[in-house]
DNA sequence: TTGCTCAACTTGTTGGTACAAGCTGTTGCG
DNA sequence: CGCAACAGCTTGTACCAACAAGTTGAGCAA
């Protein structure tokens, strides 16, 4: 029983509270002035408190309206149906899913061609630098920033299908226009991580302190060649990616 | 261009140091007194900037030592090989990942039983509150805690496979000992999230600020019934799952 | 009623001070 | 030589003060 830090008697006290549910009507905490009368604590003290929780993602505050308990509302990605599926450039299936769910989808395209980050040039296999093109899009969910994902192609497969560096969107889908191409995408290999957003992230998605971003990589093949890196930051605070592996189809429609 | 709070320039200044690898060779960050004196801020203020960086895990702080740009060394799950594997509760496949990585696996282990918590009634389609057998897994690398994975069968699996709430390993491994008694599991639901640690999180798994966690929910099915709910915690900083999906065995070695 | 101003609240920023606590290398005693 | 004590560095905790900036509702004027 080690004596600690008053700023984190402050934050265990009010972190036992939210989780108990004791501001659960209105979901405003008390102002720091209050807190810091209730706690015996200077204002500085009970904001060190308040941080800890905010880091956490347990609540936000906002200049001028105070401090709220964050909402835990999530967004089923139903990431196994990916699989197989044309990956859709123009989103079919992200409107699909974001329309069934009740919600109202919105998204911004753009195209263009650049360096090839690092990460991406390694999973490409090309020259670190060389150029790529990107295909952008900022995905929505009732006006709320949800997702960016970023698809880049290898410069070499744009001379053989140019009209992906075209800006504006591919109709019948970039893996159904490869195909028509004769590269066909036979595999795909992802990869799933977690960490805090980068500035602009924190900016594309609107998401303050305490809330990591889900970074999903795949990387497709045709054959031997990777042909596309797609890379899909998602708030970690609004998104759960689901899996479903082997006789389950349909099972899990609840939660 | 508007103008930013100070400990926000502090922040910038120091990250576009840190990624540009201006610390790259001892990874030690100036002291807040010389952070103080190079901005011309209170120490105050500096300190905020580096709270800054802390939280986005950019950066560690230890008292007496200063502060140390974090280093970004991953370990690699293969979890598209965890389908194809009688899930192992003794630690197969973790055994063999770590060892095969070059690095020393160590893990503890418990068998307890107790009331489900909500989530996980909720997956095994049991009553909120009724009781569940835990076989939990405390795992590290190299003495580094590394991931806590804890498993849940429902009491009416038990009564027909009493060895899952006896204490200690079962060397054949759950899943078949499962399977000899009757019990087939056909498929996985697999939920995949991030969030900042809760405190107890933080403790077991030894992370910092700004280091969130990445959580793997896998539940097990045999016909229409669950019959296991496994909830893993990885560290976010140390950590990626990969998933190969399709004609891809073997191709991505590297990286 | 409508619309504007402003007071009174909220959190955000920046400065200051003092001392506690952790780490390391030096000093000097035995 | 070995080791304990200490000085001098580091960050951590806690307080105070003042003002900036965002939000809301009261109240007044047109």
């Known amino acids: 029983m080690s004596k600690q830090p008053k700023y984190r008697q402050v934050a265990d006290a009010l972190r036992r509270e939210i989780v108990n549910g004791a501001f659960d009507r209105d979901r405003r905490l008390p102002s720091e002035s209050e807190l810091s009368a209730r706690f015996d604590a200077s204002r500085n003290t009970v904001r060190s408190g308040l941080a800890l929780l905010v880091s956490e993602g347990l609540i936000t505050s906002s200049q001028g309206l105070g401090y709220e308990v964050r909402s835990q509302e999530v967004f089923e990605l139903n990431a196994s149906r990916f699989e197989n599926l044309e990956?859709?450039?123009?989103?079919?299936?992200?409107?699909t899913d974001?329309?069934?769910?009740g919600r109202r989808p919105h998204q911004t395209f753009r195209v263009e061609m650049l360096p090839a980050p690092e990460e991406v040039a390694d999973r490409l296999k090309i020259e670190k630098g060389s150029k790529a093109v990107l295909r952008f899009c900022h995905r929505y969910v009732d006006d709320m920033p949800w997702s960016t994902q970023a698809t880049y192609y290898p410069a070499w497969l744009i001379e053989e299908s140019p009209r992906l560096a075209e800006p504006g969107d591919i109709e019948e889908g970039t893996t159904r226009y490869l195909a028509a191409r004769g590269i066909e995408q036979i595999g795909y290999f992802d990869e799933i991580a977690t960490r805090m957003p980068t500035p602009e992230e924190a900016r594309l998605l609107e998401v303050g302190a305490g809330v990591p971003v889900l970074?999903?990589?795949?990387?497709?093949?045709s054959g031997?060649?990777?042909i596309r890196c797609t890379i899909t930051t998602f708030r970690g605070d609004l998104n759960r990616m689901n899996y479903e592996i082997g006789e389950l189809a349909g099972r899990n429609e609840n939660t």
């Open 215 to 221: 970074l999903w990589t795949r990387t497709g093949y």
């Open 98 to 101: 974001v329309t069934n769910a």
């Open 224 to 226: 031997d060649r990777p």
């Open 87 to 95: 990956f859709p450039q123009n989103g079919d299936a992200y409107n």
